[in-house]
């Protein structure tokens, strides 16, 4: 999921409250501007230190150290700021954003929340709170919120992105599919986009769709492990195993000990009648995870197709005994009592 990390603006007064604190204060404007964040909470805090009430140095120390992610620092100042000025919005949205990263979410809600009741069309505050209701699973307030944010700014792909979040985690994977692909539009190697919307297509049996999905992820992030495995899955399902097996086999390379690539290239293997290559497969994936109630019910089939009754036998009774229930109709079948 994405977030609209932070929006805040320095800002700057023609009118302050005393000749050193005014000194001090631009000073830390200076700085601030020439990215030395630590030299400019320095000269604010010197600022405040002799003019307690002067708002806007507060307001930017907490700037500089939300910028620094020193979160609990930040959220200190801010909320200097906002006992001065209670109905800044920036301030209370930018406190929530010190607080989501101290991963105080319900509190960070709260600023949102403020910040929108002081300013209904800010949009960064309807597309965090919209982000954070995904984090807590109040999808379908998280959809709102984030509709809300679109309206606001259609032009922001990440509230596109989390609203498919949204809506893929209730189900609803034509939503999510048009939002990943408003996404897209705009941000044409957003990577992750091209894998979910996949994911979405496959749920929805259109694997031919998912392999272009997973492809265009493949192309943009060759090394993305997720994209190779979930492209073989696709392609098995589309009875393509020469393909599957290939996909299996990078998946195997980027990531040695996944037992599920072993598992799913020993089926594809199997089902281009490479019975020996698919036991091997299936020994492997057992040798890297030997619970693997799927492995044993596998390897067991490509024995018995293999003419290894005995050893098809001790397999199914194997998975049988780690709650493979499939085992015991084999073993009921091939094996006698």
Request: glycine content about 8%; proline content about 3%; charged content about 25%.
């Amino acid at each position: 999921m994405k977030r609209l990390i932070v929006l805040f603006a320095i800002f700057m007064s023609a009118s302050l409250f005393g000749q050193t604190a005014d000194q001090f204060y631009n000073s830390g404007l200076d700085k601030h501007s020439r990215k030395d964040y630590a030299g400019a909470i320095s000269d604010y805090s010197k600022a405040v230190q002799l003019d307690p009430l002067l708002s806007i140095a507060w307001y930017n120390m907490a700037a500089a150290k939300l910028t620094l992610e020193d979160y609990s620092g930040a959220v200190d100042a801010y909320t200097k700021s906002i006992e001065l000025k209670p109905n800044d919005a920036e301030a209370l949205y930018n406190r929530g954003v010190a607080k989501e990263g101290l991963q105080k979410y319900r509190e960070a809600i709260e600023d949102y929340i403020r910040a929108i009741q002081i300013d209904s069309t800010h949009a960064g505050a309807w597309f965090n709170r919209g982000s954070l209701k995904i984090t807590l699973r109040y999808y379908e307030d998280a959809i709102t919120d984030l509709s809300k944010a679109i309206n606001l700014n259609p032009k922001n792909p990440d509230a596109f992105y989390n609203r498919a979040e949204a809506r893929r985690l209730t189900f609803d994977y034509y939503g999510a599919i048009s939002d990943y692909s408003r996404d897209i539009d705009m941000n044409p190697k957003d990577v992750y986009a091209y894998i979910n919307r996949g994911m979405c297509k496959s749920s929805l049996k259109d694997f031919s769709g998912s392999v272009n999905d997973f492809s265009g992820a493949i192309e943009i992030d060759p090394g993305l492990l997720s994209a190779w495995y979930n492209r073989g899955v696709a392609r098995y399902a589309l009875e393509d195993y020469a393909g599957a097996i290939a996909d299996f086999t990078k998946t195997i390379e980027l990531s040695p000990n996944l037992t599920a690539a072993y598992n799913n290239r020993g089926l594809s293997k199997y089902s281009l009648k490479d019975l020996p290559g698919a036991i091997a497969d299936y020994t492997k994936a057992i040798g890297l995870d030997p619970s693997s109630s799927k492995a044993y019910l596998n390897r067991g089939v490509a024995k018995q197709n293999a003419g290894d009754k005995t050893g098809a036998c001790e397999d199914w009774k194997k998975a049988g005994e780690l709650g493979e229930k499939e085992a015991f109709k084999l073993i009921e079948e091939f094996c006698g009592k």
